[in-house]
């Protein structure tokens, strides 16, 4: 296994502004990392840029120590050693599925009992073992993405991009997918990337988040730490429920804020605002806490969620067991803070 | 942002190629023609056959005729396109093939079954006793004739024109019009034209444009007749003075291309306004019910049918039948000696099929491997470049025929240079000009192929380690092969059908099966004409037949008269 890096890259797509801007990133062996972003935040672009689609205006991408897209240098898609798990699977409607999941071992000459053993195992890991003589076609959404797999697993390829693979299934069918997904990356151990707008696919999947805005890389880290300790206000409003609050925290030195400071905050201080992010899971019904008028209240099914209104103006979303009128006073306290 | 070329993914030399051979078959012969053109001006020709009293008759007759065809083609197509599209009258399929067969019949066999049917020797009139006296002239061989026939021959395309039209309509402003109180006549009045109105006047615009490079109809009409427009003119002028007028007649060709290319024009701004489709969804207007005038309407639809497809054509076959000129037939006379003669014995028929077939063949072969690799790398290139090289190819099937016949008789009527051999009166200039004027008609079943291919198939046979021959082979071709057969039949088609610019470039034992029908009637010898006309008619029912087998595997718009 090879892990990528990407230094400095920036695409333009005509004179409009560029579409990857200055993009560096570090991705290690093995790594499974989720390139999350809004649609049209570059995240696409960057993705097919390590494939070979697209070529870098600016910047260096390397595969280790081979450099696959540098000024002078290209390694076409074909001679990357990559594979790619497309939006619409692109399976090839004229071949089997067998024909499909084997067709990068024929590419590369492989035919035979080794091609036959080997699709058969790409096929079992995958479950589609009875489906191999079928035509895409008849297969369904969930089969097809499987399918698509198996035929990224079937050449060992060293770094396994995946392009909004969710995208056009159902909701439950997501949540099997999600774990087949991180099984393969169990068993091959290959560096995978992963492009998504939706962050709980990329919270839960993935080792590594990137959060990309307007062709920027914004923040990148383990899952928790971005959603924990997000490094601004870009990053806080893209990952996560919650609200910014103006607070007069007074010297802190640590960016981490405890219940007792956000609570003396609220009291009143005078002092330099600052702002500070408070998820919602955060807010608890506490007897001695501050008080908050209700302005909203709807019923999620697991619990209902609030829109509270404090005193000072501040608005804070919370999450409540049982139903609150509108207009209701309730007390809460705020569990903890992160200064941005 | 997914149309941004990759280095490597295709041979560095396979974009000026194809780009070399675009301005070599679409660029040079209209070139050769405005040079042309430019020079007779500047020596001063023009002077006489701009004032030539005859050269404004024949404009003259080129726009009358023209107008009143389109005038013609206009409301046929109109009935058509509304009732078929908006009504709930049956046997819409048949309806709407049997409308479209005078389009893919070659205009000088539909004059001759036009012939065939009125005039005084018509079999079918004689066979019923309806036939005018003996001596009086033909009707058909007049200006109104020539308009009748040219709006018979291209009702079609007002017709295709305004069914994509109206089938755009948002289908939902209409069910809310109707919720609002209109009644069907006043939705059709509010709604559908002013909505479907680009569409109508783009099919009017094509139905003009074609009236005016058409040759075949005013060929067979006008000719006996002495009537003029500008295509017969200019061939009869070509025919009686030979090569020394080439600068005149370069000078008229402009004239006929300047003509075409105003209704062209009037077609892009017209279909440039027809942006209503992302407005409202667009589906099937289940709109209107004819209720007790349904027979009615049906019968109406049937009788025009009747009128101009069936009476021409079984004219045509009851001619074909005929034994010897002036023999009435009947079941008793009736004769397949007519057939006999023109496959068997006449070595001059026997030629042209064999010309007409292999120019046909070669010609969709030769462009299949011109057109598939330009419709990929149009799809991966796109932008600028793209669109010029599309607008290109569409000159010289924009050019009426006899437009490129003259810009090609103008290349090549001095020997080539270098290596000093003249292809002028033999077939390969035929075949030439065939490749440069259908290159459009072969690209366009390819290049909607190529749109409604994903290009993650093509992407994801790239990783997995094909490069681009392989992928050619194993993705592209077995993908757009259905489309391929598509436009191979489609120009076969077109060329086997093709009159105009082989009339200006055969030669002895170069003449094609269009030029055979033509010289035959003009020799008098009509049941031979017929023969061979109706062996054609045959042949074009056979291969639409075969792309409407093809159509369930084509993608939308691979087809031209399909929805």
């Given amino acids: 296994m090879a892990g990528v890096s990407i230094e400095n890259v920036t695409k333009r797509f005509g004179a409009d502004q560029p579409a990857v801007t200055g993009f560096s990133l570090s991705i290690e062996p093995g790594a499974f990392l989720a390139l999350l972003g809004p649609s049209g935040c570059g995240k696409t672009t960057l993705l097919r840029m390590l494939a070979g689609f697209e070529t870098p205006d600016e910047g260096v991408i390397r595969l280790g120590d081979r450099v696959l897209a540098g000024p002078g240098q290209f390694v076409p898609p074909e001679a990357r050693n990559m594979a790619m798990v497309f939006q619409s699977y692109a399976l090839w409607p004229h071949m089997s599925v067998a024909g499909n999941v084997g067709y990068p071992l024929k590419v590369r000459g492989i035919a035979g009992a080794a091609y036959r053993d080997r699709v058969g195992r790409a096929l079992d890991a995958v479950k589609m073992t009875d489906f191999a003589s079928r035509n895409p076609a008849e297969l369904s959404g969930g089969q097809r993405q499987r399918v698509a797999l198996a035929r990224c697993l079937v050449a060992s390829p060293e770094v396994i991009l995946l392009d909004e693979p969710l995208a056009n299934l159902d909701r439950h069918l997501r949540a099997s997918m999600e774990e087949t997904f991180r099984e393969f990356h169990q068993r091959t151990g290959a560096t995978m990337i992963y492009v998504t707008h939706d962050q709980s696919e990329a919270m839960a999947l993935a080792d590594t988040v990137a959060v990309m805005s307007a062709g920027r890389l914004l923040q990148a880290g383990a899952p928790h730490e971005i959603y924990r300790r997000p490094d601004n206000r870009a990053v806080a409003a893209l990952i996560g429920a919650g609200d910014v609050l103006s607070l007069p925290v007074g010297d802190v030195a640590s960016r981490e804020l405890d219940g007792a400071a956000i609570a003396a905050a609220l009291g009143g201080r005078e002092g330099p605002l600052a702002d500070v992010l408070v998820r919602p899971e955060d807010v608890l019904p506490d007897a001695g806490g501050a008080e908050f008028a209700v302005e909203d209240c709807v019923f999620k099914g697991e619990r209902y969620a609030l829109v509270l209104r404090h005193g000072t103006g501040a608005r804070l979303q919370a999450f409540s067991p049982e139903r609150h009128a509108p207009g209701a006073t309730v007390r809460c306290s705020i569990l903890r803070g992160w200064r941005l | ?563």
């Fill in chain 2, 1 to 563: 942002m997914r149309s941004r070329p990759t280095r490597g993914s295709h041979p560095a030399w396979l974009p000026p190629l194809l780009l070399c051979l675009v301005a070599l078959f679409c660029v040079l012969p209209a070139g050769r023609l405005l040079l042309g053109a430019a020079r007779a001006l500047a020596d001063g020709g023009a002077g006489t056959i701009l004032t030539d009293a005859a050269t404004w008759r024949a404009v003259r007759n080129t726009l009358t005729t023209s107008l009143a065809g389109m005038a013609i083609s206009l409301v046929l197509g109109g009935v058509f396109a509304l009732t078929l599209v908006l009504s709930d009258a049956r046997g819409k399929l048949a309806f709407g093939f049997a409308f479209m067969l005078p389009l893919m019949i070659p205009p000088q066999v539909t004059a001759l079954a036009w012939i065939q049917l009125t005039g005084p020797s018509s079999p079918l009139l004689n066979a019923l006793g309806l036939a005018p006296p003996m001596g009086s002239p033909q009707p058909l061989y007049s200006l109104s004739g020539i308009a009748l026939l040219l709006g018979v021959q291209h009702a079609p395309l007002v017709f295709l024109t305004m069914r994509a039209s109206l089938a755009a309509l948002p289908a939902d402003g209409v069910e809310a019009a109707r919720l609002s109180g209109a009644s069907p006549f006043r939705v059709l009045a509010d709604i559908v034209l002013p909505l479907a109105l680009p569409g109508i006047i783009a099919g009017a615009a094509i139905a003009f444009v074609s009236g005016v490079g058409n040759f075949g109809i005013p060929a067979m009409l006008g000719i006996p007749a002495s009537i003029f427009v500008l295509p017969t003119f200019i061939y009869s002028r070509l025919a009686s003075f030979g090569t020394g007028m080439l600068g005149d007649m370069a000078m008229l060709s402009v004239l006929v291309a300047l003509i075409a290319f105003a209704g062209i024009l009037v077609q892009q701004l017209a279909m440039r306004r027809r942006d209503y489709r992302t407005i409202g969804l667009s589906g099937p207007l289940a709109g209107f019910r004819l209720g007790r005038f349904r027979p009615a309407v049906e019968t109406a639809l049937a009788a025009i049918i009747l009128v101009i497809l069936v009476a021409p054509l079984t004219a045509l076959v009851a001619t074909s039948l005929v034994p010897a000129y002036g023999v009435k037939l009947s079941a008793a006379t009736a004769s397949l000696a007519a057939y006999r003669e023109i496959l068997f014995v006449q070595s001059v028929t026997i030629t042209a099929f064999r010309n007409s077939f292999f120019l046909a063949t070669t010609a969709a072969l030769a462009l299949l491997a011109i057109t598939v690799p330009l419709a990929w790398w149009l799809r991966q290139r796109r932008g600028a470049i793209a669109i010029a090289v599309e607008t290109m190819i569409e000159i010289p099937y924009a050019l009426p025929g006899i437009v490129l016949a003259v810009a090609f008789i103008l290349l090549f009527a001095a020997p080539l240079p270098f290596v000093k051999i003249s292809i002028y009166a033999t077939i390969w200039i035929i075949l030439l000009a065939y490749i440069s004027s259908f290159m459009a008609v072969s690209l366009k079943p390819l290049a909607s192929a190529f749109s409604q291919t994903d290009p993650a198939l093509e992407e994801a046979a790239s990783l997995a380690g094909a490069g681009f021959w392989r992928r050619m082979r194993d993705i592209v071709l077995p993908m757009i092969a259905p489309a391929a057969g598509a436009s191979a039949i489609m120009v076969f088609l077109f060329a086997v059908n093709e009159l105009t610019i082989s009339a200006l470039l055969w030669s002895a034992g170069t003449q094609t099966l269009g030029v055979a029908v033509f010289n035959l009637d003009d020799g008098g010898a009509a049941s031979l004409a017929a023969a061979l006309s109706v062996l054609i008619v045959g042949m074009v029912f056979v291969l639409m037949i075969a792309l409407e087998l093809l159509a369930g595997r084509l993608p939308r718009g691979a087809i031209p008269w399909r929805a």
